[in-house]
């Protein structure tokens, strides 16, 4: 009978310091924050997550970078998103009038550039050979695409533009069929030809493309989580204001 007691006690002991141990490891998790952000953030956006894990040390940031067309579609079909980083703002107020974004913030500007392989001798636009290529991003889905497809409009060049170019899910893409060779020219924002404060040696800017408006990206809150209020108001500090400025944004 003793050994049935002890047996129990032991028992009992053993199911009370299992859930004891794992009440402490639920206390330690990390909360979770996940960011919709532009393909041209990619690089801003890992310093900026440094300098918010100062205050929030105990949050693992997820970014999901691509196309701000592509990633506000993901986000109308449920995509479980607390934050949206557009490089535009059409894709946010779309989000804005199906009630599904809120807090929305102006956070930097761009400027798109035209590129080509560094050294490399390419004819003029209006002039492109067969086998030439010019990349740049969809027009439905790449705000970088959209607004060189405005540039190419505005200066009578489309037409003959348009048979050559390949057309890519987001900027990065672009800025690699130029680094590598597979296309003469493309059309990138300033920021991309730069990782933190070193350009890209494989690529130099052949000039600004200006368009009609000013490229101004706009931000919001997809869901009503803590941190995703915490990393709008972040993204409204000095601190925030200086990295994207050291990142060659406006």
Not at 55 to 81: C, M, T, W
Request: hydrophobic residues 35%.
């Amino acid at each position: 009978m003793k050994r049935v007691v002890c047996l129990c006690l032991i028992i009992s002991l053993g199911v009370l310091l299992s859930g004891c141990r794992d009440q402490s490891q639920n206390n330690h998790e990390k909360a979770h924050l996940t960011i919709s952000a532009a393909a041209s953030l990619t690089d801003v956006t890992k310093e900026l997550e440094k300098a918010f894990k100062k205050e929030h040390p105990n949050v693992n940031i997820d970014f999901n970078y691509g196309g701000s067309g592509a990633l506000r579609q993901q986000i109308e079909k449920g995509a479980p998103v607390d934050v949206f980083m557009s490089a535009n703002t059409k894709d946010v107020k779309v989000l804005h009038q199906k009630g599904k974004i809120k807090d929305t913030y102006d956070y930097a500007h761009n400027q798109l550039i035209l590129i080509k392989g560094r050294g490399k001798k390419t004819p003029p636009l209006d002039q492109l050979k067969r086998d030439d290529h010019v990349a740049m991003g969809e027009v439905a889905s790449v705000p970088a695409g959209k607004y060189a497809k405005m540039y190419l409009d505005k200066h009578g060049l489309w037409d003959k533009v348009e048979p050559h170019v390949v057309y890519t899910k987001d900027v990065r893409e672009v800025l690699n069929y130029v680094d590598k060779g597979n296309a003469n020219y493309g059309f990138v924002y300033q920021t991309d030809l730069y990782a933190g404060n070193t350009q890209d040696i494989n690529v130099e800017k052949v000039k600004v493309t200006p368009i009609n408006q000013p490229i101004t990206y706009e931000m919001g809150r997809i869901s009503d989580h803590d941190l995703s209020k915490a990393w709008v108001t972040f993204m409204k500090s000095k601190e925030a204001k200086s990295i994207l400025k050291q990142y060659h944004f406006e």
